[in-house]
């Protein structure tokens, strides 16, 4: 109470509420005996009112302020998350096909203002409409999502493969959207591709130095035979022993070849030279007399004077040796035609093509397309173990030519096989 101030004469208190709980008061006194009136009351009531509200909005301010900075704090990291994933992210709309949201990494990959795009549009290369591969069909069964949809793809745009994962998911207005992370599997993909090649090669190493080997012992077994016939001259013994011994040093040359092969191939440095199929083919023909005379197999040779042009590998040789060797054995003792003429690969790339003709009991249609696997027997008679055909193929591909097999007569494969195999002309400069 202030001094000198006269005595409240008449008061009235009117609550100050928010939400239905009690804040305080605000009361008017009056000093003079006239009392309150109703304006007065109705006046304190709104003020009352008023104040409340003002409270009320304060409070709910400082509320939704803590709850964006919370909000705010959980978007940046789920963000830093989406942005740091190694993996492209974005939102589109099911139904127009809208990007509502995407990841740094996708913006990056695909433009800054992807956002508002159409997805078809600004990710893929040349869409006009709805992508023919669109995984919307797969997200949804009844009005619900049905999990996530994973899958394999090349961007048409980048040329990146990517494990895709697609799933609808709800967005904030209610609507169903599909998300869609993509991991880039392009490094991942092209290990595993030089992984198989090395496993492929690795196979070819030691079919080279198991099955080829073999082909040397076998002309060198035959030359020693050759030697214990007691009607044979020592000077003609002596020549023997001299081409039985050039096949066990091809065969020091073959294990050599192939440590080397395996280095070069290792590093990525393989050496291609220049040769001349001509050349091969005579060096193959003369390796192969003692089996073609112990066989009584003639070789009849069909080619003009070259030269016969090629890159290859130092393997070369090792492609005839096996299809002649194969042809002289199981060719029921009839001439071996190796004819060379000019050719076309894809019907655009000169080549040089080589057919190695035999007259045997030929390949079945059936057994065609498994004539170079690995390992793949043939008839039950055959002691071929299927690795000759299979290093001639691995081999021809390696040096960039093709290998066939056909029926010397058009369809009648029981009166022989036609072997080809074409290389890509080379410059003989």
């Not at 793809?153 to 494990?163: A, L, P, V």
């Not at 192969?288 to 040789?317: C, H, L, Q, W, Y």
Request: proline content about 3%.
């Amino acid at each position: 109470m202030v001094a000198n101030t006269p005595p409240i004469r008449c008061a009235v208190g009117i609550p100050i509420m928010a939400r239905g709980k009690i804040l305080g008061a605000l009361v008017l006194g009056v000093c003079s005996e006239r009392g309150i009136s109703t304006h007065e009351i109705d006046l304190l009531q709104a003020m009352a009112s008023q104040i409340g509200l003002a409270y009320d909005n304060s409070r709910m301010t400082r509320q939704l302020s803590r709850k964006a900075a919370y909000l705010k704090s959980e978007h940046d990291e789920v963000l830093t998350i989406l942005n740091e994933l190694g993996a492209i992210v974005y939102v589109a709309d099911m139904d127009t096909y809208e990007v509502l949201a995407a990841n740094r990494p996708m913006r990056e990959s695909y433009g800054n203002d992807i956002i508002g795009k159409i997805c078809y549009k600004s990710i893929q290369e040349g869409m006009d409409g709805p992508c023919p591969f669109c995984t919307n069909k797969h997200l949804l069964k009844d009005g619900h999502p049905t999990g996530p949809y994973v899958w394999d793809f090349q961007n048409t745009t980048t040329g990146r493969k990517y494990r895709l994962s697609d799933r609808a998911i709800e967005w904030p207005d209610g609507r169903f959207v599909r998300i869609e992370i993509g991991l880039d599997i392009t490094d991942f993909e092209e290990a595993k591709e030089r992984l198989d090649e090395i496993r492929t090669m690795l196979q070819l190493y030691n079919d080279l130095l198991v099955h080829d080997i073999s082909n040397h012992t076998s002309i060198a077994k035959g030359i020693m035979e050759l030697i214990c016939d007691e009607k044979m001259s020592q000077e003609q013994k002596g020549e023997m022993i001299k081409t039985a011994m050039e096949q066990m040093n091809k065969i020091d040359r073959l294990v050599s070849r192939t440590a080397t092969l395996a280095k070069t191939k290792a590093t990525g440095r393989e050496n291609m030279a220049k040769v001349d199929l001509g050349r091969i083919l005579d060096t193959t023909i003369s390796d192969t007399i003692v089996m073609t005379d112990k066989m009584g197999v003639k070789i009849i040779r069909d080619r003009s004077s070259g030269p016969f042009i090629i890159e290859a590998g130092e393997f070369v040789n090792e492609i005839f040796i096996n299809l002649l060797v194969n042809a002289i054995k199981y060719g029921n003792g009839k001439p071996v035609k190796v004819k060379i003429a000019e050719s076309t690969i894809d019907e655009k790339t000169p080549s040089w093509k080589v057919c190695v003709t035999d007259e045997g009991a030929g390949v079945h249609p059936d057994k065609k397309a498994l004539l170079f696997k690995r390992y793949e027997r043939l008839t039950t008679v055959s002691q071929l173990k299927g690795l000759g055909l299979t290093i001639v193929r691995t081999l021809t591909e390696t040096y960039g030519g093709r290998v066939a097999v056909e029926d010397r007569v058009p369809g009648d494969y029981t009166k022989g096989t036609i072997f080809s195999i074409e290389f890509p002309k080379a410059n003989d400069t």
